[in-house]
């Protein structure tokens, strides 16, 4: 009796084992993965600075901004020098850029980016001088100074030149200290947010309204449109704002995938979704390949016959037609179905551009066609 319960047993574990071997649970992406808080967000600084120590690799004196930087910032250090005098070849003027992240308080650092403005060569071993960084409002948010890093190297003779990456361009790591911080109200006071998706559709702005409302256990989540979504904060959550936007943004939701097939003719780069959908339609492929040689003659005319050596043409044209694939496919194709067609009848991927675009202007393509 014993033995028979300890096999029955057995059994029925063997059996869930393979249930739960066969099951697959549908895969789903984080909120915070595919959304952004409206007000949340960062801005771009821009900066005119000098990048100085250069080795010979600097702008030349057809950059003329660059000598009256040069000059204006001597000034201010009580130097007076005439700037038809200066001659410059480790200077270099550059743009400098960075990113300002969201809630960046006072002392934080942030990256920069430096670009050659003039005609340098090489910003190489170059230090970027104290450089202020203003926004688009015109007040200085940032000061960038320090070290510029290419990571890379350009080296060269009469006769050839080698280079790897851009040695025009470069960054500094935390380059720049946070001077002023963006006014913002206080987050943690806000009563309703307002939840952006990154793509537009509406499937998949009901099921992040579906899944916050199942989590919280109400109606919070409200879909305004195809891609915002409104979110009334909780009372347990008021002064938590912080914490709520964490639980949920570790919330998953399956995103529905538009069809779209998108084309990059410069690589020959095609990518298409998993619902594209074809018609029934005819796909005819063949090739047709000519071969044109020239092959001239030189004549040359009998002893004492009082010609001239000449060169004749000679033109050989070859043509030849393969017979073309015909492939039938059937209502509502798959994506699968549609690569193993245009796999049968030997089409390249530049063949296979310009059989989706013969597709889609015949109608049976169900998807956007996006060339890029």
Do not use: C
């Not at 060569?121 to 890093?149: E, F, R």
């Not at 919280?216 to 904060?233: M, S, T």
């Not at 004549?299 to 001239?308: H, I, S």
């Not at 070859?318 to 798959?334: D, S």
Request: glycine share 10%; no cysteine.
């Amino acid at each position: 009796m014993r033995i028979s319960l300890k096999r029955k047993s057995l059994v029925i574990l063997l059996i869930f084992l393979f249930i739960l071997s066969g099951f697959t649970p549908l895969w789903g992406v984080r909120l915070k993965d595919i959304m952004d808080v409206e007000g949340v967000r960062g801005n771009y600084l821009i900066g005119y600075g000098l990048v100085v120590g250069l080795k010979g690799t600097g702008d030349g004196d057809q950059t003329k901004f660059t000598v009256q930087s040069v000059v204006n910032m001597l000034e201010k250090f009580g130097i007076r020098v005439p700037k038809e005098q200066v001659k410059l070849k480790n200077v270099a003027a550059v743009l400098v850029t960075a990113y300002l992240p969201a809630f960046a308080k006072l002392g934080q650092r942030i990256d920069v980016e430096v670009s050659a403005l003039g005609d340098a060569k090489n910003l190489q071993g170059g230090t970027l001088l104290m450089t202020p960084l203003t926004g688009p409002d015109g007040k200085v948010y940032a000061l960038a100074q320090g070290p510029v890093s290419i990571g890379g190297f350009a080296a060269g003779g009469g006769a050839a030149q080698a280079q790897v990456n851009h040695p025009t361009v470069g960054k500094i790591p935390n380059g720049a200290i946070v001077e002023r911080e963006v006014p913002m109200e206080d987050f943690n006071s806000q009563n309703t947010l307002i939840l952006s998706l990154r793509t537009d559709d509406f499937s998949t702005t009901s099921q992040v309204a579906d899944v916050i409302n199942t989590y919280l256990k109400g109606k919070y989540a409200q879909p305004l449109d195809v891609r915002n979504v409104e979110l009334r904060v909780p009372e347990r959550y008021k002064r938590k704002v912080v914490s709520l936007l964490g639980e949920i943004g570790n919330l998953e939701v399956r995103p529905d995938i538009p069809a779209r097939v998108v084309i990059d003719e410069k690589t020959g780069t095609v990518i298409m979704g998993e619902n594209v959908r074809i018609s029934k339609v005819a796909v005819a492929h063949g090739n047709l390949s000519v071969e044109v040689r020239e092959m001239p003659e030189v004549v040359q005319p009998l002893p004492f016959a009082g010609g001239e050596t000449a060169i004749v043409p000679r033109t050989e044209v070859k043509a030849k037609e393969e017979r073309a694939k015909i492939v039938v496919l059937e209502e509502g194709a798959t994506l699968g179905e549609l690569i193993r067609a245009l796999n049968a009848v030997g089409a390249t991927a530049r063949e296979l551009i310009a059989i989706l675009q013969a597709i889609k202007a015949a109608g049976a393509l169900h998807a956007d066609l996006i060339v890029i």
